[in-house]
């Protein structure tokens, strides 16, 4: 394992899919979000691994794990997730940043929906919101477990690729429109 990745179960196929590309098309306009693999586990039809073709950043990959977890017009999508990033592909070291695999989650306690969860194999556990201020926490929810994948074991479904967006009509020269 080499490549930053994203565990998902307990969800439809087709749904995640849907959520795969409006997460695609909100972020076109980065490298990322251009071709997430999408897998489902050869013995499981609720059990997916998410691999990007362009590797997300830190910030855009726990962006991609929260999404994930409050998905844009699917109310009832409640998936377990878990997401692991290498430490040695954050750019700057953080004090989280130990061991070779982070594990991000959202909490079952999370109530304001713009943040992560993370826990290095020490066990620390800290919270990252999206204003990127991270807050060392006292306890821990979720003890470390690295979750590996062997890509022989899932069935490759899909490369999400962003829509092109459609052109405004009112924003075309009049000579377009023929």
């Known amino acids: ?14 749904e995640l ?7 695609a098309n909100i972020y076109r306009d980065v490298a990322c979000a251009d071709g ?9 039809y609720d059990s997916f691994l998410v691999l990007f073709t362009n ?19 699917f109310m ?11 430490t040695t592909d954050i750019q700057e070291k953080q004090e989280f940043s130990l061991g070779e695999w982070l ?4 909490s079952k306690n999370d109530k304001k929906y713009d943040n992560v969860s993370l826990v290095n194999d020490q066990n620390q556990s800290f919270l990252i919101d999206f204003g990127e201020r991270v807050n060392k926490l ?6 470390y477990q690295l979750i590996t994948f062997d890509k ?8 999400i690729i962003p829509s092109i967006p459609e052109e405004n009509p009112a924003s075309k020269p009049w000579w377009k429109f023929w």
């Open 55 to 73: 590797q997300p950043d830190f910030m855009r990959f726990n962006y991609f794990v929260n999404y994930l977890k409050y998905p844009e017009n």
């Open 103 to 106: 594990m991000i989650y959202i």
């Open 1 to 14: 394992m080499k490549e930053n990745y994203i565990i998902i179960e307990n969800v439809i196929e087709s």
């Open 36 to 44: 997430i693999q999408l897998y489902r586990k050869k013995d499981k």
């Open 17 to 23: 899919e849907s959520i795969l590309m409006n997460l």
């Open 76 to 86: 009832n999508f409640n998936p377990f997730l878990r997401g692991f990033f290498k």
């Open 138 to 143: 006292e306890t821990t929810e979720e003890n």
């Open 152 to 159: 022989n074991n899932y069935y490759h479904i899909t490369d």
